[in-house]
């Protein structure tokens, strides 16, 4: 099993109008599910912005069908909403390839969905999918929490995988034989995940195989 938490831009879910209406707005859905039927009216929980503004803004984007239901809580508005048969057609690509989304939120940067994979197949079918629809999208974490950590360095697999493919890259040779968005792009993630797993993943390796406990400074965390 894998766990993957992908950003990706307003077009490749929904909301791209409402969007540029309302770039502070902020959305965090209350449940989504795997099943596309099950995605049909969701609810969302909108703040950073007045009600009559997200109610013109939803009204005017076409990835809405129809506003269901609206209530209002503190500076919160919870919304139940239909989507368009256009969205309910790309979900429906993404789940088929056998993803289960565990959470979804969507800000001016894009939308973050967080999924659950059986398998590595089905985790790069559904890359391939973005993909082939022209949708760029940014691998921002994966972990396989079925799967114990590598050796007593206490490396994740994911850690393990980026500094093994790193050093077959000849990215530690003199001088580097691929960079590190070259890099990044052969293993299908974002160059900032790329840094912050190497940085990590030394991190540990320098701690646990080149330093005692009493050379670790007392406020360092694990990472």
Known sequence: MLIATF???HEAVALEQAFKQIP????????????STEWTMPCLWMSGAEPTSIQDAFKNDPSIETIVGQTAF?????????????VEERINSYIN????????????????LRIRFVN?????????????????????ELTEPDKPRIGGIDLTPRQHEVLVAA??????????????????????????????????????????QLTTPTQRPSNQHAQ
């Open 167 to 208: 050093w077959e890259h000849g990215y530690y040779e003199i001088p580097r034989e691929i960079s590190s968005n070259e890099l990044a792009e052969k293993l299908g993630i974002s160059h900032q995940a790329l840094s912050e797993l190497l940085r990590r993943g030394i991190n540990k390796l320098i701690k646990s």
């Open 74 to 86: 503190g500076d919160e508005i919870h919304y139940s909403i239909e989507w368009s048969d256009d």
């Open 97 to 112: 390839k056998g993803g289960t989304i565990l959470r979804a939120s969507v800000e001016s940067e894009g939308w973050k």
């Open 120 to 140: 590595r197949d089905q985790f790069d079918a559904f890359r391939s999918n973005l993909s082939e629809q022209g949708f760029s999208y940014s691998l921002l």
């Open 24 to 35: 502070e707005l902020q959305i965090e859905t209350e449940r989504i599910a795997a099943h």
């Open 7 to 9: 950003q990706l831009d």
